[in-house]
């Protein structure tokens, strides 16, 4: 596969838009595995190897298991999940999948755990990581 365009050197402005988002993620509250969950969910639905690739790495460095990251696209069918984590996994689904609406009782269930500032971190981590799938998936670029 041969990379497509290289938008950090085409306009660094842009990219540097983006990492303003990652720096007001860096500094919110969510819990770093969950943050990773977030990153590796989205990333499963978008098919972004790019993104899969480092935040797999990324998640294994803090904590996260093998099991856990092999089985995320299947985790309605796993005890391995808490329920505050199942909650935001099916919170990064529908926000991923937008088309089809975030419904109530998938917010609802987020608001149970979360604070409205938690929540507002939350999705913006998932739009935040649907964004780099959508640069890194468009501008090809190459794993490892």
Known sequence: MESRIDIPKVDPAAYQAMYALEKYLS???????????????ASQINGCAFCLNMHSADA???GETEQRLYLLSAWKETTLFTE??????????????ISNH?????YQKVAS??????ITSIIMAIVTINAWNRIAITSKVIVG
């Open 27 to 41: 500094a919110s509250k969510i819990d770093p595995i969950l943050s990773e969950l977030i990153k590796m969910r």
């Open 60 to 62: 294994r460095k803090i």
């Open 84 to 97: 505050k984590e199942k909650a935001v996994i099916a919170l990064t689904e529908e926000v991923t999948l």
């Open 102 to 106: 975030v419904s109530d009782a998938t």
């Open 113 to 118: 755990f979360f604070s409205e500032t938690e």
